[in-house]
């Protein structure tokens, strides 16, 4: 079983849909959770950043984490066509040094006018 | 802004050649990181480094090597490419103990 799973899709909204993206992992040691966005054949780009439960909105974006059910979500609200991308989330535990992150594989999401 | 750049965006080999990926960070991050990223599989670290100098294996680190000799600039070494190291790269990079990671846009590579 993989330490984060994470639905490939893809998923394909209408233009001004609420768009939920969905991440669960199975290590209650990790802290810190972040998404982040990859355009095709770019690098990704980090979108959001949280430490342990709780929400945190940025614009359209929320990112919420539910440490109990190790469950994250990031949530899009009036989706653009711009916002067609891959998603990833991301997590790691904080070791002290360089942290390494874990990552899903990413849901494909496609906004369509 | 943080800026972190890759020497090549796409490149083809042969088997056998030895391939260096260069990457460069512009933002004196002490932590710098080379992934690669593969249908299905997502994103799995490789090597990375905290300091000039240091390395440390991430999860698959067989059949490359790294090289950080300036803060600025970590290279990743395939000794002889292989098919199976048909990839895409990314380099990262992150300061201090931070937990987020900046990366670079990323070499296709293709191993005939």
């Not at chain 1, 095709?40 to 059910?69: C, I």
């Not at chain 1, 990833?88 to 002290?96: K, P």
């Not at chain 2, 002490?30 to 997502?42: A, C, K, T, V």
């Not at chain 2, 991430?58 to 290279?75: A, C, L, N, Q, T």
């Amino acid at each position: 079983q993989k330490e984060v799973e994470q639905d490939p899709g893809p998923l394909s909204v209408p233009e001004g849909a609420i768009v939920s993206l969905n991440c669960t992992y199975s290590n209650s040691a990790f802290q810190y959770f972040m998404w982040y966005r990859q355009y095709s054949r770019k690098g990704p780009e980090l979108l959001m950043y949280t430490y342990s439960s709780g929400n945190k909105e940025d614009g359209r974006f929320t990112a919420q984490v539910d440490k109990s059910s190790k469950y994250i979500s990031l949530f899009i609200r009036d989706s653009q066509p711009s916002d067609s991308a891959t998603y990833l989330c991301a997590m790691s535990r904080n070791t002290g040094t360089a942290s390494k992150l874990t990552f899903g594989t990413g849901t494909r999401l496609q906004v369509t006018l | 802004d943080v800026k972190v750049t890759q020497s090549s965006r796409y490149l083809v080999k042969r088997t056998g050649e030895k391939v260096f990926l260069e990457c460069v960070q512009d933002m004196d991050h002490e932590n710098m990181f080379w992934y690669r990223q593969d249908p299905g599989l997502g994103l799995r670290l490789i090597y990375f480094s905290y300091d000039v100098k240091m390395k440390e294996k991430g999860d698959i680190p067989e059949g490359y090597s790294v090289s950080r000799e300036k803060k600025e600039r970590f290279s990743l070494i395939l000794e002889s490419a292989s098919t199976n190291q048909t990839s895409m790269y990314l380099c990262a990079s992150s300061p201090g103990q931070s937990e987020t990671q900046y990366f670079g846009p990323g070499t296709r590579l293709l191993v005939l």
